[in-house]
């Protein structure tokens, strides 16, 4: 049977004490894409239309790291810990070499699985996140705290102002979003507890502290990498794309127009298109 993002089953393998979760599904091929999902997000919250994309021609690997969701264990305060946990379920798969996609704090964990286990990586692709020490990702975003902190009617309402822009398009393009977020009715993930993102939150926080010459690690990532975002972002500040293309030795940077934190999702046939072309390179 070809398994899609709807059908595919949740899986489970044990690596460093924990079962992780996990769903694959998607034309076999050499090298697998990993992704790695944003704050309090779950394998429910990609979009099928960025992963059913994907999946037409390669391999597709979701996951839920430990503490998250349907993965046991608890989630750790620091991001090389997460890339750790990562690094260890990639490689209880039996994989050898991957490419690995991460957004927002993925896009950190994404970094640290490249930095530790460097011949793991094969390309690497960066979305709306940030460089260790990037702008307001210590404090968090002024914006960002107003949107957490709001209460909603509907819960899907946070991710329209989480991932969109406020514009007619931008939020119309979010409403679709959330018609296919919504398409697999069974074996759905259970939403994030309140301890996981608190956890989250101090990784953050601990990724994002001042320090000197912090972006020097940068040079370390020596894959080909592509960083993407919206040029809206209020999650994430649009800057801190900018900042990862040019302190890494080999990147390409690519800004959606009226998008925010889920540009992703705001525009998923032209990223598989961009992300493809950039994968088959």
Same mark, same amino acid.
């Given at each position: /049977?070809?398994?899609?993002?709807? %059908?595919?089953?949740?899986?489970?393998?044990?690596?460093?004490?924990?079962?992780?979760?996990?769903?694959?599904? #998607?034309?076999?091929?050499?090298?697998?894409?990993?992704?790695?999902?944003?704050?309090?997000?779950?394998?429910?919250?990609?979009?099928? &239309?960025? %992963?059913?994309?994907?999946?037409?021609?390669?391999?597709?690997?979701?996951?839920?790291?430990?503490?998250?969701?349907?993965?046991?264990?608890?989630?750790?305060?620091?991001?090389?810990? /997460?890339?750790?946990?990562?690094?260890?379920?990639?490689? &209880?798969?039996? @994989?050898?070499?991957?490419?690995? @996609? #991460?957004?927002?704090?993925?896009?950190?964990?994404?970094?640290?699985? %490249?930095?530790?286990?460097?011949? $793991?990586?094969?390309?690497?692709? @960066?979305?709306?996140?940030?460089?260790?020490?990037?702008?307001?990702?210590?404090?968090?975003?002024?914006?960002?705290?107003?949107?957490?902190?709001?209460?909603?009617?509907?819960?899907?309402? $946070?991710?329209?102002?989480?991932?969109?822009?406020?514009?007619?398009?931008?939020? &119309?393009?979010?409403?679709?979003?959330?018609?296919?977020?919504?398409?697999?009715?069974?074996?759905?993930?259970?939403?994030?507890?309140?301890? &996981?993102?608190?956890?989250?939150?101090?990784? +953050?926080?601990?990724?994002?502290?001042?320090?000197?010459?912090?972006?020097?690690?940068?040079?370390?990532?020596?894959?080909?990498?592509?960083?993407?975002? #919206?040029?809206?972002?209020? +999650?994430?500040?649009?800057?801190?794309?900018?900042?990862?293309?040019?302190?890494?030795?080999?990147?390409?940077?690519?800004?959606?127009?009226?998008?925010?934190?889920?540009? $992703?999702?705001?525009?998923?046939? $032209?990223?598989?298109?961009?992300?493809? /072309?950039? @994968?088959?390179?």
């Amino acid at each position: /049977m070809v398994h899609t993002h709807q %059908t595919a089953p949740t899986q489970f393998v044990e690596a460093k004490g924990t079962h992780f979760a996990y769903r694959r599904f #998607g034309k076999e091929g050499d090298v697998p894409l990993v992704f790695n999902m944003h704050f309090m997000g779950a394998m429910d919250h990609w979009d099928p &239309a960025v %992963t059913d994309g994907f999946a037409e021609e390669r391999e597709v690997i979701l996951f839920d790291n430990a503490g998250v969701s349907s993965s046991s264990g608890d989630v750790p305060g620091s991001v090389a810990e /997460m890339g750790a946990n990562a690094m260890a379920f990639i490689n &209880a798969l039996g @994989l050898k070499q991957v490419d690995i @996609l #991460g957004f927002s704090i993925g896009g950190l964990v994404a970094q640290e699985i %490249t930095l530790q286990a460097p011949d $793991l990586v094969r390309r690497l692709v @960066l979305v709306g996140t940030g460089p260790r020490s990037g702008e307001s990702m210590d404090t968090g975003t002024r914006e960002g705290k107003q949107i957490f902190g709001a209460t909603y009617e509907h819960p899907d309402d $946070l991710w329209l102002r989480v991932h969109f822009t406020p514009s007619e398009v931008s939020q &119309a393009a979010g409403r679709k979003f959330l018609e296919r977020f919504r398409l697999r009715t069974k074996d759905r993930d259970p939403e994030v507890t309140e301890k &996981a993102a608190l956890a989250q939150r101090t990784a +953050i926080a601990r990724w994002g502290a001042k320090r000197e010459h912090a972006w020097n690690y940068l040079k370390e990532i020596k894959q080909p990498t592509l960083v993407v975002n #919206g040029g809206n972002d209020v +999650i994430i500040y649009t800057i801190n794309s900018y900042i990862l293309q040019q302190n890494l030795p080999n990147a390409q940077l690519i800004i959606y127009p009226d998008a925010a934190h889920g540009s $992703l999702y705001q525009y998923p046939e $032209l990223f598989v298109r961009h992300v493809s /072309m950039f @994968l088959e390179t």
